[in-house]
């Protein structure tokens, strides 16, 4: 079964915090894809990373920061000195090499950042 | 910069109608998409289309369908418009490999009375 579970529904914390939003994948294959994206109020789905399952490699982007560990079956994002502009719907996703280009999506984590 | 275009940002249309929404890519992309999203559900697949005239079925397509006549348009289609299919409408598009981002359109937010 393919499976993507974001256990927080929401999450609300005052700028400057730092946040992590978790997301844990179920997957049979050895050579996947993990995706997150962001959606602002706007509605618009916003690529923010692509990491493949022989990566392992942390990635730093600014403020962003993602934690892929295959041990666990994670690919958790950080958001270091939150900002009122952070605020949005945040999605992880899975793509398998023979998924036939179809994402798993989770259910996404709503992100409040409070001035 | 990747431009996904859907053609309304609100929608209102009564039960029984035919509803068409309208998707246009500028970027050669051979992936299309059209999913619904509705609260604690997350993303739910309608239709994706690899090539032109070439159509899949996703997770959920009972009471929807699709046409791409043109590679830069992909068209969903209500038959017959339902309550049940009041939702966010969202249409991507991507390169032809599975391990390409997905590029997404603003939304379309329908309301069927």
């Known amino acids: 079964a393919q499976k993507v579970t974001q256990a927080q529904t929401e999450i609300s914390v005052v700028e400057k915090e730092d946040v992590t939003l978790d997301c844990v994948y179920e997957?049979?294959?050895?050579?996947?894809?993990l995706f997150w994206y962001k959606q602002p109020p706007s509605g618009e789905l916003v690529f923010l990373i692509r990491?493949?399952?022989?990566d392992e490699q942390n990635e730093i982007s600014g403020r962003y920061s993602w934690n892929f560990q295959k041990s666990t079956s994670s690919f958790n994002f950080t958001i270091t000195a939150s900002q009122v502009v952070d605020s949005a719907v945040y999605f992880c996703a899975l793509s398998e090499i023979d998924s036939n280009y179809q994402l798993i999506w989770g259910a996404g984590t709503k992100l409040i950042i409070k001035p | 910069d990747v431009k996904v275009t859907q053609s309304s940002r609100y929608l209102v249309k009564r039960t029984g109608e035919k509803v068409f929404l309208e998707c246009v890519q500028d970027m050669d992309h051979e992936n299309m998409f059209w999913y619904r999203q509705d609260p604690g559900l997350g993303l739910r697949l309608i239709y994706f289309s690899y090539d032109v005239k070439m159509k899949e079925k996703g997770d959920i397509p009972e009471g929807y369908s699709v046409s791409r006549e043109k590679k830069e348009r992909f068209s969903l289609i209500l038959e017959s418009a339902s309550t049940n299919q009041t939702s966010m409408y969202l249409c991507?598009?991507?390169?032809?490999?599975?391990?390409?981002?997905?590029?997404f359109g603003q939304g379309t937010r329908l309301t069927v009375v």
């Open positions: 991507a598009s991507s390169l032809g490999s599975t391990n390409t981002e997905a590029f």
């Open positions: 997957t049979r294959d050895t050579t996947y894809y």
């Open positions: 990491r493949n399952s022989f």
